[in-house]
């Protein structure tokens, strides 16, 4: 868990439920809600809108008393995980988890470059302005550029879809995605001929096409020709929803679907805390170089 | 005392309240640039700097 980051890796999760006297559940299912962290009153995350937000709500079997799937983290912060199991004679439990992801260290060490760089710009303005006014206005140019040029080498509705094989038809559905809110996930597999509930293993995926990583998987799942769940899908891109289902007869049925989300403008809330940081430590640059002019010319 | 600069229209200010003027005009300048870099939504502007803004961490997007 130390070694998680968001929009890393994705994290394989797996809930256990066993009876009080430490024996698996044969059988049973669980339900399993994931709500992202809140949003804290200074500094925003990269993806304001899923701060606070539901990001998934889904019912899985389990297997040997064991459920499992593949989450991408999307942003920092202590993650909620409520799971409720419950048993075919009734059984119930409840238990709720946090998860505690952190910040990918780069991102921390960019910051702080371009902090510096910011912070720096302000020094040599702070000097510059300490002198006079025709020496000013010239650097002050070269300055401005010396920042944009810092700035510059830091940049380095979903409709049905059908797949038709053989004697099965699988379908893929996923309301239109919106970041900040969860969609409806559904797929069912039916036969040619109207048979339904046809046992089968399903093997969901959700990709984010952009950054090609996988944020979310389950493997394998034993469904009954059917299975939906609520995910939010957290940028404002291209994800590829993928469906393979191995039924018991040994064939394969595939559907695939692209969705391109709606993303959501962060608030201005959230982008104050992080400009006034930066005019703060520019500002504060400035009073240093005013300060180190001063006391060069003191002496 | 303090030194006075003088300006082409002739008005001598005093070297503090030349330097906030400066000061002032520099931070608005940054804020403005800063803006529009990391917090506008112009589609060219974000487009380009679109990963740079997940890259700093704590400067919000979509």
């Not at chain 1, 902090?115 to 010239?138: E, M, N, Y």
């Not at chain 1, 559904?186 to 969901?204: F, N, P, Q, V, Y």
């Not at chain 2, 005093?14 to 931070?27: A, H, N, Q, T």
Request: net charge positive; proline share 5%; hydrophobic share 45%.
């Amino acid at each position: 868990m130390e070694r998680l980051r968001p929009f890393s890796d994705p994290a394989t999760l797996s809930v256990r439920v066993a009876k009080s006297d430490g024996r698996a559940i044969e059988q049973g299912w669980v339900t399993i809600r994931a709500e992202a962290p809140k949003r804290r009153w200074y500094l925003s995350t990269d993806f304001p809108a899923v701060e606070g937000s539901s990001l998934v709500q889904m019912q899985l079997p389990l297997r040997q008393g064991k459920a499992e799937w593949k989450y991408l983290f999307p942003i920092r912060g202590e993650y909620r995980m409520t799971v409720d199991a419950a048993t075919p004679d009734g059984s119930k439990a409840t238990k709720s988890f946090q998860i505690s992801i952190r910040e990918n260290e780069r991102k921390w060490l960019l910051l702080g470059v371009f902090t510096f760089c910011l912070f720096a710009s302000g020094v040599i303005a702070g000097r510059i302005f300490t002198g006079t006014r025709t020496t000013s206005s010239v650097n002050l140019r070269a300055c401005l550029l010396i920042s944009v040029y810092c700035l510059g080498f830091l940049t380095g509705n979903a409709n049905a879809q059908e797949k038709e094989m053989a004697n099965y038809v699988s379908r893929l559905e996923v309301d239109p995605p919106t970041v900040g809110r969860m969609s409806v996930v559904r797929w069912s597999l039916t036969g040619t001929k109207g048979e339904r509930k046809l046992a089968a293993r399903l093997t969901l995926t959700i990709t984010h096409l952009e950054k090609g990583k996988s944020v979310f998987s389950m493997e394998n799942v034993p469904v009954a020709g059917e299975f939906s769940m609520q995910f939010q899908f957290t940028d404002g891109d291209e994800y590829r929803v993928a469906a393979v289902a191995g039924l018991y007869g040994g064939e394969t049925v595939r559907a695939e679907k692209i969705v391109s989300v709606t993303p959501v403008e962060p608030p201005v809330s959230a982008m104050i805390p992080a400009l006034a940081l930066f005019l703060a430590v520019t500002a504060l640059g400035l009073g240093v170089g005013r300060w180190s002019k001063r006391s060069v010319t003191a002496l | 005392m303090e030194r006075a600069v003088p300006s082409r229209l002739g008005v001598a200010l005093p070297e503090p309240v030349s330097f906030l003027i400066k000061s002032g005009i520099f931070l608005l300048a940054s804020g403005a640039i800063l803006y529009v870099l990391l917090a506008a939504g112009y589609p060219a502007v974000h487009d380009t700097l679109h990963n740079f803004r997940h890259a700093l961490a704590i400067v919000p997007c979509h």
